[in-house]
Each structure stands twice: as C-alpha cells, then as structure tokens.
C-alpha cells in the first residue's frame, strides 16, 4: 500500500450473533475478532479512519441481527471508539442505501482494507461493490469468518466456503492477505 495514498478500515458486521451463542454463529468467529482487532489497533495508531458496518435487519420473519437485541450489537473485540463513524445497513452490500460511498470520498479515500463477516455473503458483496466503484480493496482473510452451506443434497464445509469466497475475490476485486501483513504495510 502506497504511504501516500488515503486508506481506511471498514469492519463489517462483527456482532454478537455471529459469536457463540448468537442466532446466526459462524465458524472461526473468535480468531477473526483477533485478527480484526488488531488490524483497527494498527489503523488508530497511523491514525487512519476506522469505520463500522453494523447489519440491522428489517425484512420480514428475520432470525438475527433483530433491532434492540444483544445480537446487534457490535462485538466487544472490535468495539468502535467514541469518534470513529458507525454506519448502519440492512442489505449484505454495505454500499447499498448508506451513507458509506459519501463518507469515503468526502475523505478522499482511495484504498480499503475490509475485515469482517459472513465472508460469503457481506464481505462478498461489499468488497465487490467497493471494487466497482474504483476503490482500491485489501481484504483480511483471516479476519473473516464464514458458516458451512449447503446446495441440494451437498454439504460444504465453512472452510471450503471461506477458501472458495476469498479466492474468488483475490485478484480482480482485491488483494487478499492476513491481517498481519495489511497492519505492517501501514508503516510503509
């Protein structure tokens, strides 16, 4: 990543539902809080913009991320600071009805780093749209957690979905690295 260039954090919808006991728990939801942890320690101490997605679900006979329950709410692992932008959303694409593609270029942000869940769903979509409207994309896999799927009679394990997602995405819609590796290019 370019020292010069303006960047910033986008955590997705790391929310207690995802974690262990939530409605919709994900595989590897723990080790990705970590890693995403540290990802936004690093941005804040560059003092570059971290922003959060935060997934609130209004369609009809929704199981999780339900208005004014626990599960909403942002996960302690990534708790967002007093100053740092909370956006709400309520379509897997955190582009989609939100103020976000304002604020990046109010900001003129020209590259994203995205870390967050599900990896198949809004990590997909969002990192796609980003892409498409001429942001630069990193992604965290390691900061991401996925669930196992299923379609007709086969079963796809969670780490076959997170493997098949990010290297879908690799390449044509971002640079995919762990977060490690995307919190010490910042120094650079």
Request: with cysteine; hydrophobic share 45%.
């Amino acid at each position: 990543m370019p020292a010069n260039t303006k960047r910033a954090l986008l955590i997705v919808d790391i929310q207690n539902d995802y974690f262990p006991g939530g409605r919709m728990e994900l595989e590897g939801t723990e080790a990705a809080g970590l890693r995403a942890a540290e990802l936004i320690a690093a941005f804040r101490d560059h003092r570059l913009p971290v922003l959060f997605m935060q997934h609130v679900s209004v369609r009809p006979n929704a199981t999780f991320f339900l208005p004014d329950t626990e599960g909403v709410r942002i996960h302690t692992s990534v708790a967002p600071a007093a100053s740092e932008t909370v956006l709400q959303k309520h379509f897997p694409n955190s582009f989609r009805d939100t103020a976000l593609l304002d604020h990046l270029r109010k900001a003129d942000i020209q590259e994203l780093v995205i870390a967050g869940m599900m990896t198949h769903m809004c990590i997909d979509a969002t990192t796609r749209a980003a892409a498409d409207l001429g942001l630069r994309c990193f992604l965290a896999h390691d900061a991401c957690a996925t669930r196992a799927l299923s379609f007709g009679d086969t079963k796809v394990p969670a780490e076959h979905v997170q493997c098949s997602f990010v290297s879908a995405l690799s390449g044509a819609y971002a640079t995919v690295q762990p977060a490690k590796e995307l919190a010490g290019a910042l120094a650079g």
